[in-house]
């Protein structure tokens, strides 16, 4: 015989769980995925402001202190190039000018794009390491040595290179000769010259200096960081294979081919040859303060002001 139903009338049926229903914990490996999503969305935007600020403040630190040397070396192995005046003399004669009116040089044009192409190279690739830092959730002092940062360091370097060097190969090209328009050929080799240099300088010290550290003695390693070594020579020595790029591209702006003036590919390189001596180590002179004094004084205010950042309350 059926159970009588003893509720009341009108109320709804009680629901009452399977005897066998059980409720069972969340697997270790679900919360992991869990946490590490969370992780991922997270995004480290404490102090952004400062931490940009202290990007910019750092780049301009760099760019200021190598501008006035690689502006004269720079002039001066364009006026080399060109014919205008020997590379030693154009050296003497703008370093004069430097120590007795130096607000000459300072506020000069040669300054002012020397001054922002290395301090907008250094902002970006610093911008850059901040923009990582903040959407991976990582300390702010954290430096980054990958494609992204070649990309945006080289895009930044050779937009200003292109018209620094542009304005250089009219101010200071051969003498008696009107400026006329930099050829494609001399942008292309510019752009390869410059993508060597910025590969050199940003993304080879944070990959290969920890590997130097761990080969260092321990007397050393406590005097000066493979880093640093890294810094100051790998840009130096990349200047060895980019200087005839560099070379080349001014051969091809100074001496156009033209049919009443035609210049053969030998003669383009024994004019490279010639001057590839004296040019690299003008350029390993002019690297070395512009990517490894300015690189190292770029990272070491860079993080100073960021470590202290991370660690205010």
Not at 211 to 221: C, T, Y
Not at 285 to 290: Q, T, W
Request: aromatic share 8%.
């Amino acid at each position: 015989m059926a159970e009588r139903d003893t509720r009341p009338e009108g109320l709804a049926p009680v629901p009452v769980a399977p005897p066998d229903l059980k409720i069972s914990p969340p697997s270790p490996l679900a919360l992991a995925q869990k946490v590490d999503m969370e992780a991922k969305t997270t995004w480290n935007t404490r102090n952004l402001g400062p931490r940009l600020g202290a990007d910019l403040f750092s780049a301009a630190c760099a760019g200021t202190l190598v501008a006035p040397l690689v502006s004269i070396i720079d002039r001066s192995i364009m006026e080399n190039a060109s014919g205008r005046r020997g590379l030693g003399d154009c050296v003497r004669s703008c370093l004069k000018e430097l120590f007795l009116r130096p607000h000459h040089v300072v506020f000069s044009k040669p300054f002012a794009l020397i001054f922002a192409l290395y301090g907008g190279t250094y902002l970006t690739a610093n911008t850059l390491d901040t923009a990582s830092s903040t959407v991976h959730n990582r300390p702010a002092s954290e430096v980054t040595a990958g494609t992204a940062k070649f990309a945006a360091s080289s895009a930044a370097n050779i937009g200003i290179c292109m018209y620094k060097d542009q304005v250089f190969a009219r101010m200071f090209g051969p003498p008696g000769v009107s400026p006329r328009p930099v050829p494609a050929l001399t942008y292309a080799l510019f752009t390869l010259r410059d993508c060597m240099t910025i590969f050199a300088s940003f993304n080879v010290p944070p990959r290969l200096g920890p590997w130097l550290n761990g080969r260092m003695g321990e007397e050393l390693a406590n005097k000066v960081s493979g880093l640093t070594v890294v810094q100051f020579a790998a840009p130096a020595m990349v200047q060895l294979a980019s200087t005839p790029l560099h070379l080349l591209g001014l051969d091809v702006y100074n001496r156009p081919n033209a049919a009443a003036t035609p210049v053969s590919w030998a003669d383009r390189w024994r004019s490279v040859a010639k001057n590839w001596g004296i040019s690299t180590m003008a350029r390993i002179c002019r690297i070395i303060p512009a990517y490894g004094v300015g690189g190292v004084v770029n990272r070491k205010v860079r993080l100073s002001l960021m470590d202290k950042m991370e660690t205010a309350p």
